[in-house]
């Protein structure tokens, strides 16, 4: 079974800008959950979708969105980029949700100049 | 914000040497999970222990879990070189999961 891909793998981008990511979850797998990785805050809990539906959302601002498409697939996306933003994003697919064992994709290294 | 405390945060030590990391968490839960992030890349899951459970074993990690202090710790035997990563507690409601602060081991030849 291949694995989570996340695309692209590295980004750079400048302030102001706007980003997309995208996340392919292991094929049956209907729960993605996007991820913030820095090393000022550690990892924090984006939002995750299930069946094209937002479930659960973090502690971001409304310039983080996603969407999930009808194949399971996922993106991300952030508005008027902030150095602060600059991060290891990471996606994971699990069969029913985080609660569960999740499975990462290597995730997006954005930086933002 | 995080849910978890892990500590220590840095444990180093030789190869063969068993290594325990511990986690400390804040509310209730339905099951804390343990993951191993290798320098900057994707997660790997290890173990899921659920809360009406108190111990769990995968090959050489052992996971031990105590909901009266909220608490969890997370021993590797016999460590070797290839175990140097962070590791990080989550603790998993029905809705998010919720990640610690993470321990980094090294662990020398």
């Known amino acids: 079974k291949a694995g989570v891909t996340q695309t692209p793998r590295y980004l750079i981008k400048t302030r102001g800008q706007q980003v997309t990511l995208s996340c392919s979850p292991i094929?049956?797998?209907?729960?993605v959950s996007w991820y913030q990785q820095t090393p000022g805050q550690g990892l924090q809990f984006l939002f995750e979708?299930?069946?094209?539906?937002?479930?659960n959302k973090g502690n971001f601002p409304g310039r983080f969105s996603g969407r999930q498409f009808s194949n399971s697939r996922s993106e991300m996306n952030v508005s008027t980029l902030e150095l602060g933003d600059s991060a290891l994003y990471l996606c994971?697919?699990?069969?029913?949700?985080?609660?569960?064992?999740?499975?990462f994709g290597p995730g997006t290294r954005l930086t933002v100049l | 914000s995080q849910q978890g405390e892990e500590d220590p945060q840095a444990l180093s030590i030789q190869e063969g040497e068993n290594a325990t990391m511990n986690c400390s968490y804040k509310t209730s839960i339905n099951n804390l999970q343990w993951y191993r992030q290798n320098s900057g890349r994707g997660l790997v899951h290890l173990i899921l222990?659920?809360?009406?459970?108190r111990e769990k074993h995968s090959g050489r990690l052992r996971v031990t879990l105590d909901t009266s202090k909220k608490s969890s710790s997370l021993l590797i035997t016999a460590s070797r070189a290839a175990d140097t990563a962070s590791y990080f507690c989550?603790?998993?409601?029905?809705?998010?999961?919720?990640f610690g602060t993470g321990t980094r081991l090294q662990v020398f030849p």
């Open positions: 994971a697919s699990s069969l029913t949700g985080p609660h569960n064992e999740q499975f």
């Open positions: 989550a603790t998993g409601n029905t809705d998010k999961l919720i």
């Open positions: 094929s049956g797998h209907r729960s």
């Open positions: 979708y299930f069946s094209e539906t937002q479930r």
């Open positions: 222990i659920r809360s009406n459970e």
